[in-house]
């Protein structure tokens, strides 16, 4: 399977503290990008790493990269039960249009 | 603005009958994705449109044939359904964004569950 793997798979915390999820893939990347979905919803995209960024901001999250380790990481700071969600790692591969999706991390913010 | 609009939202089918899922974006977005959805295996492209007039196969294409019909239009078909094709379906579309030095970004709809019995 060409399929990128995320873990935990899921995670459940209490609001206010900060959740992390990581994400492995498998191909040469052009870039990564994280994707959001609620309960029932298509996704939505959240925020996207270049490959050869090593870092990138935005609000309350906090995207790595390490392309040597082929991993990508998420944090959400201050958690809020609104960032109830799955979320999902997407693989921009290079030289193509196609992106590859990992299998997620359910992530269950408790107020 | 819609978006990207699938139809139908729900489906049942038995086993062997046909059918096929619409999908339309409004956003003239070039790029073009199918993927299904089963629990514990995340999103598994089908098949993909760089642009209109091509199509590419995904992780999954067995079972699945694509149309490009147009620049807003791409329909997926289930020539003769089976068990294991019960999932549910997204369809996306993207383009080149130049905020993010011309990365794709995707845009989905809200999805087509299909059962087959």
């Known amino acids: 399977s060409q399929q990128g793997e995320e873990d935990p798979q899921a995670l459940s915390i209490q609001e206010g503290e900060n959740a992390t999820m990581n994400c492995s893939y498998k191909t040469s990347i052009n870039n990564l990008q994280w994707y959001r979905q609620n309960s029932g919803r298509g996704l939505v995209h959240l925020i996207l790493i270049r490959s050869n960024e090593r870092e990138k901001h935005s609000g309350r999250l906090r995207v790595t990269l390490d392309t040597s380790k082929k991993s990508s990481s998420l944090l959400i700071t201050a958690s809020r039960a609104a960032d109830t969600a799955s979320y999902f790692c997407?693989?921009?591969?290079?030289?193509?249009?196609?992106?590859?999706f990992g299998t997620g991390t359910r992530l269950k913010v408790l107020a | 603005n819609a978006g990207v609009t699938q139809t139908p939202k729900f489906q049942v089918l038995k086993t062997g009958q046909s059918m096929t899922l619409q999908c339309a974006q409004d956003m003239n977005h070039n790029s073009m994705y199918w993927y299904r959805q089963d629990p514990g295996m995340g999103l598994r492209l089908i098949y993909y449109?760089?642009?209109?007039?091509?199509?590419d196969k995904g992780e999954v294409p067995n079972g699945y044939n694509v149309s490009r019909l147009n620049k807003r239009e791409f329909s997926l078909r289930l020539e003769s359904a089976a068990p294991s094709q019960t999932s549910v379906y997204f369809c996306?579309?993207?383009?080149?964004?130049?905020?993010?030095?011309?990365?794709?970004?995707?845009?989905f709809g809200a999805g087509s569950r299909l059962t087959v019995l």
């Open positions: 996306a579309s993207s383009e080149k964004r130049a905020d993010i030095s011309g990365a794709n970004v995707l845009t």
């Open positions: 997407a693989e921009g591969t290079s030289g193509t249009y196609k992106y590859i």
């Open positions: 449109s760089a642009s209109e007039g091509t199509t």
